[in-house]
């Protein structure tokens, strides 16, 4: 059975960092991309940031470039999602997907983890 588990949320002050992590079991993701979307309450759920399974060709919504990194450990299956310089605005439910299409849409992608809580206060 596939599975993706997030975790490293958490409550952090406006400039902080942290660090998300999204480890996969169940299956090989050789030909699979990995994406980070969030979703704030009333809001769509957004994309927010993907890289292939192998590690490569990373990609990022404008509202994150810069201040976001996503990375992966092939050595522990996990890939993850380094945030500095976090902004009240990035508060948000975030979730780690997998999907065999390098998009941008929830739709483009089919296996999603639980999701992990960001909140960033001012």
């Known amino acids: 059975q596939v599975q993706l588990v997030e975790s490293g949320g958490g409550l952090v002050q406006a400039g902080g960092s942290l660090r998300l992590s999204c480890a996969a079991s169940g299956r090989t993701f050789s030909t699979y991309f990995v994406a980070w979307f969030r979703q704030a309450p009333g809001k769509e759920r957004e994309f927010v940031a993907r890289i292939t399974w192998t590690g490569i060709s990373p990609y990022y919504a404008d509202s994150v470039k810069g201040r976001f990194t996503i990375s992966r450990d092939s050595a522990k299956n996990t890939v993850y999602l380094q945030m500095n310089s976090l902004k009240p605005e990035d508060t948000a439910r975030y979730y780690c997907?997998?999907?065999?299409?390098?998009?941008?849409?929830?739709?483009?992608?089919?296996?999603w983890g639980q999701g992990t809580q960001v909140t960033v206060s001012s």
């Open positions: 997907a997998a999907g065999r299409i390098a998009g941008v849409g929830r739709g483009e992608y089919d296996i």
